[in-house]
């Protein structure tokens, strides 16, 4: 039989799905979205549905699920980020929580006690790892700054 | 037959150790309970990240390189499940007598130490006291990726897969590194940055790790639980048997005192 022919919208019908998960917990399964905003080391990229297959490995930062209804924010310490030919977006990071959830002063007096450490750090690697703190919570403080 | 004072002290030792068994078994329910709430999520962690390879349909590479990780622990009195896993390990080890083996947690190791001595090329102890943490799971995981006589093109993490409450079977999760993921015939589809490769491939390792470490932890649970709810029924049944004996044997003695009184008062 005959017909019409459907609106072309991708393989998948248009629709973006994410599993969002972490070790402990899972954020997001199988939850559909209209786009997703994330900073990865090569560059801040939004992804649509059927977007091309990337890997991106993710930096400290904010990734943004806009849906319908709204956008939600969550803070993320890394991970990667996986968009596969069928539409499905893969995003294990390591640790993430929704920016609300976070305290700004705590994240003040962090940040103080990192760059202390990068200042009287005996070897390489403590100097290394209080650099990353030092970036993180520098992150951190502009992703609150900017959602207020 | 015991005389009763035995059989007394044999009631006092069995009733003791079903206490203990009772106990045990009652932390080993709390802890499944919370390691399986744990371990459904590292499932889905796992499966999630495993998924790059299932789309990019890696095939194992002809002559590979073979890496064996058992994932046990050091904890015992959980009934088969360290002697499955060394025998899953054994199989396989016969099958691919070159491969490295890696061994997680001291019980696993010592049974395979004892049939392949010169496949071990690190073992790790410390592991089972409680839930994995994904930092555990990053210092393993780092450790063996670090180590120059390890090198593998497929590894599999043989771990025992937690069936139900009572049931538990050793199963193995395949992990491609990188280099085969890069040959694989779906993978051109991606785009990526060089630079990534080696971090993902760390990543990729871990996760998959952190889910048998998790998962394997579980299955540990529910089966220490099975085995100390066993052992205390059994307890429970000696006790029965051996208060039995024990009310026989006074029930012997009292109708012996008896005839002995009666015997003497008819003689007077």
């Given at each position: 039989t005959r017909t019409y022919a459907s609106e072309a919208t991708g393989a998948t019908g248009g629709k973006l799905v994410v599993n969002f998960v972490l070790p402990h917990e899972?954020?997001?399964?199988k939850r559909e979205v209209n786009q997703v905003d994330m900073s990865a080391v090569s560059g801040d990229l939004g992804v649509l549905a059927d977007h091309v297959p990337t890997i991106e490995q993710l930096k400290p930062g904010v990734i943004d699920f806009i849906s319908d209804s709204g956008s939600q924010k969550y803070f993320v310490s890394g991970g990667f980020a996986i968009m596969n030919p069928n539409s499905v977006l893969n995003i294990n990071a390591v640790e993430a929580f929704k920016?609300?959830?976070?305290?700004p002063q705590a994240v003040a007096a962090n940040l103080a006690e990192s760059q202390r450490l990068v200042a009287s750090a005996k070897d390489e690697i403590t100097k290394e790892a209080a650099v990353i703190e030092v970036e993180l919570y520098e992150t951190l403080q502009s992703a609150l700054a900017a959602k207020s | 037959m015991a005389t009763l004072k035995e059989i007394q002290m044999r009631l006092k030792s069995v009733t003791n150790i079903s206490k203990i068994t009772a106990s045990m078994k009652m932390i080993a329910s709390t802890k499944t309970t919370r390691a399986q709430r744990s371990m459904n999520v590292a499932r889905v962690y796992g499966k999630t990240s495993s998924e790059l390879a299932t789309q990019a349909e890696v095939q194992k590479a002809e002559a590979a390189n073979e890496l064996l990780i058992t994932v046990s622990s050091?904890?015992?009195?959980?009934?088969?499940i360290h002697s499955s896993l060394s025998r899953q390990s054994r199989k396989y080890l016969a099958e691919h007598p070159e491969a490295s083996l890696v061994v997680l947690g001291d019980k696993a190791k010592v049974q395979l130490q004892r049939s392949?001595?010169?496949?071990?090329k690190c073992t790790f102890s410390?592991?089972?006291?409680?839930?994995?943490t994904f930092d555990e799971t990053c210092v393993i995981a780092s450790t063996i990726l670090n180590d120059k006589d390890i090198s593998f093109d497929n590894a599999k993490l043989m771990y025992n897969r937690f069936v139900s409450a009572i049931a538990f079977e050793t199963d193995a999760i395949e992990f491609y590194p990188i280099s085969q993921i890069l040959e694989?015939?779906?993978?051109?589809a991606y785009e990526y940055q060089e630079d990534v490769l080696e971090n993902l491939n760390e990543f990729l390792f871990a996760n998959s790790m952190h889910w048998a470490l998790v998962e394997g932890h579980a299955a540990e649970m529910a089966a220490k639980r099975t085995a100390m709810e066993n052992a205390t029924k059994n307890a429970g049944d000696m006790i029965s048997r051996l208060t039995l004996q024990y009310n026989r044997g006074r029930q012997a003695v009292i109708t012996n005192e008896l005839i002995d009184i009666i015997t003497g008062a008819s003689a007077l």
């Open positions: 899972s954020v997001m399964a920016l609300e959830d976070i305290d | 050091d904890k015992g009195l959980c009934g088969g392949y001595p010169g496949n071990i410390q592991i089972g006291s409680s839930i994995p694989a015939p779906n993978f051109k």
